[in-house]
Every structure is written in structure tokens, then in C-alpha cells.
Nanobody, 115 residues
């Protein structure tokens, strides 16, 4: 089992920044990537960005140039630095640990972009 704890969500004005953190614990030997997904009300959960232990990044076109994903392998922690936030970024952001046989999910953290 893998346990994920997210932090860093909140309310921010358009154009502002937030940094999300996700600390993982448990059986990390089966995890080859960590990342973030988001889900807006009434919509499906979509990829934001993932990063492998080797540093390979996969991110959604909508966040390229604005969001940066990084990880500290020694701490089993993944970060999402979000800049130039837009109202359409408003969603619950879920941390994800990608295993060879399943995904693990955090509880989610709300990000609201509004003036």
C-alpha cells in the first residue's frame, strides 16, 4: 500500500501562484511515477503532469509553460508549482502514485482561482 498526503491548495486570484506538495509513504518499490490530476465539478479527472523517478515529465498542454512538476526522491515527495493561474484551473487536485499494477490517490486538495 501507498499513502499520499497533499498540501498547499487554497484560494488565489487570477495570475497568482500556488505550490502543491504530496508526500508518499509505504511500499514505494512498485511506484515508477508520481504526479497530479485535477477534477472540476461535473467533469472527469484529467492529467495535469507526471514525473518518473528518472525525471521524465509528461504534462497537459493546458499547463505547459505555467506549471512545473518536480520531485524529491529521497523524501518521496512530488511538487507542483503553479504560476499564472486562471479561473479554469479551479478544481480539486489529486496526487497520484503510478504503480505497475495500479494507481494510488491522495484525498485531494481544492484550488480555487477567483477574484
Amino acid at each position: 500500500q501507498v499513502h499520499l498526503v497533499e498540501s498547499g491548495g487554497g484560494l488565489v486570484q487570477p495570475g497568482g501562484s500556488l505550490r502543491l506538495s504530496c508526500a508518499a509513504s509505504g511500499s514505494m518499490f512498485s511506484i515508477y511515477a508520481m504526479g497530479w490530476y485535477h477534477q472540476a465539478p461535473g467533469k472527469q479527472r484529467d492529467l495535469v503532469a507526471t514525473i518518473t523517478s528518472g525525471g521524465d515529465v509528461n504534462s497537459a498542454d493546458s499547463v505547459k509553460g505555467r506549471f512545473t512538476i518536480s520531485r524529491d526522491n529521497a523524501k518521496n515527495t512530488v511538487y507542483l508549482q503553479m504560476r499564472d493561474l486562471k479561473p479554469e484551473d479551479t478544481a480539486v487536485y489529486y496526487c497520484c502514485a503510478v504503480g505497475f499494477d495500479r494507481h494510488y490517490w491522495g484525498q485531494g486538495t481544492q484550488v480555487t482561482v477567483s477574484s
